[in-house]
């Protein structure tokens, strides 16, 4: 089992930047590749990007290409970097854990965080 706790969101204007992190317990960290996605009202879970093992490769949806990054420390904990922020970006944010690369869709993740709230006012 992994326990995944996403923290840092909020409000923010437009063309603002946020960091959200999702602290990881439970098996070994580095074992598992990392995802973030978002969910806006009204519409389906949708990929953001995902972090392979060890943080050696990083993947992202076109819609946030360039304007979002993903790391991870030594310290069980993951990071979503967004710049340059857009009312359209306004959504719950989760983290999920997988122990395969690249995975996109959300109903192949078992493990997922309980979500923060990022809102992005224009």
């Known amino acids: 089992q992994v326990q995944l706790v996403e923290s840092g969101g909020g409000l923010v204007q437009a063309g603002g930047s946020l960091r959200l992190s999702c602290a990881a317990s439970g098996r070994t960290f580095s074992s598992y590749a990392m995802a973030w996605f978002r969910q806006a009202p009204g519409k389906e879970r949708e990929f953001v990007g995902a972090?392979?093992?060890?943080?050696?490769?990083t993947i992202y949806a076109d819609s946030v290409k360039g304007r979002f990054t993903i790391t991870r420390d030594n310290a069980n904990t993951v990071f979503l970097q967004m710049n340059s922020l857009k009312s359209e970006d306004t959504a719950v944010y989760y983290c999920?854990?997988?122990?395969?690369?690249?995975?996109?869709?959300?109903?192949?993740?078992?493990?997922w965080g309980q979500g923060t709230q990022v809102t992005v006012s224009s």
């Open positions: 972090n392979s093992w060890r943080g050696g490769t």
């Open positions: 999920a854990a997988h122990n395969r690369f690249p995975v996109r869709a959300p109903r192949e993740y078992d493990f």
